[in-house]
């Protein structure tokens, strides 16, 4: 079966830096993604990862190593806004699986 | 320019009752997804449309669950014979052609009662 599995809760204070682990189990893989996700609201993308190694966006951060079957997000310079859910994703040909999402307090 | 957008936002119906929901991608966009998200949980895949190929029906949980899109743009998913495990968010995205971003709606919450 498939399978993404990251930690429930992460709590942080603001201006820390935070790393959101995702390992993941699929029987084919073509890239791992990463989404926000605000109370009541709608995922927004944040990241993209098809090639071992470290992509960065602005204060965002994400890894992967294929050979490892992991992933992670990186946050740094922690903002009160970033308090929210962010999910993992692995797209497998055409299908596409999600973690069940970590949740981020950031605390002042 | 205009998101994704849903229809209806909110729909509580009667057990055993037929919906549909509705689904306006970004202008352009080949690419159209159906999630469903029950609370707190993550996404559930449960179909994919590209552009005018025949889709992969395989995630829909069930022969109640059906999907459709219309000359490559709106697309509706239809729930048959309502139950109250259907009760979740249900979220369409799109994307362009071979881009992994994809661009989510606002939901659709649906109640069965």
């Known amino acids: 079966g498939q399978s993404l599995e990251q930690p429930s809760e992460v709590t942080a204070v603001e201006g820390a830096i935070v790393q959101i682990n995702c390992t993941y189990q699929?029987?084919?893989?073509?890239?791992l993604s990463w989404y926000q996700q605000h109370d009541g609201g709608a995922p927004t993308f944040l990241s993209y990862?098809?090639?071992?190694g470290l992509e960065e966006t602005g204060r965002f951060s994400s890894f992967l190593s294929r050979s490892d079957s992991y992933g992670y997000l990186l946050l740094q310079e922690l903002q009160m806004k970033d308090s929210a859910s962010y999910f993992c994703a692995v797209r497998d040909f055409n299908k596409f699986y999600f973690g069940s999402g970590t949740k981020l307090n950031v605390k002042p | 320019g205009a998101g994704v957008s849903q229809s209806p936002s909110n729909k509580v119906t009667e057990k055993g009752k037929d919906v549909e929901l509705r689904c306006d991608p970004i202008?352009?966009?080949?690419?159209l997804y159906w999630y469903r998200q029950s609370l707190g949980q993550g996404l559930e895949f449960l179909i994919y449309f590209q552009g005018n190929s025949a889709p992969d029906k395989s995630g829909l949980p069930s022969d109640r669950f059906s999907a459709e899109r219309t000359g490559g743009s709106v697309s509706t998913l239809t729930i048959q014979r309502t139950q109250q495990e259907d009760s979740a968010v249900y979220l369409c995205?799109?994307?362009?052609?071979?881009?992994?971003?994809?661009?989510f709606g606002p939901g659709t919450r649906l109640l069965v009662l």
């Open positions: 990862n098809a090639l071992d």
């Open positions: 995205a799109s994307s362009q052609t071979y881009q992994e971003t994809q661009y």
């Open positions: 202008s352009g966009h080949t690419a």
């Open positions: 699929t029987s084919g893989f073509y890239g």
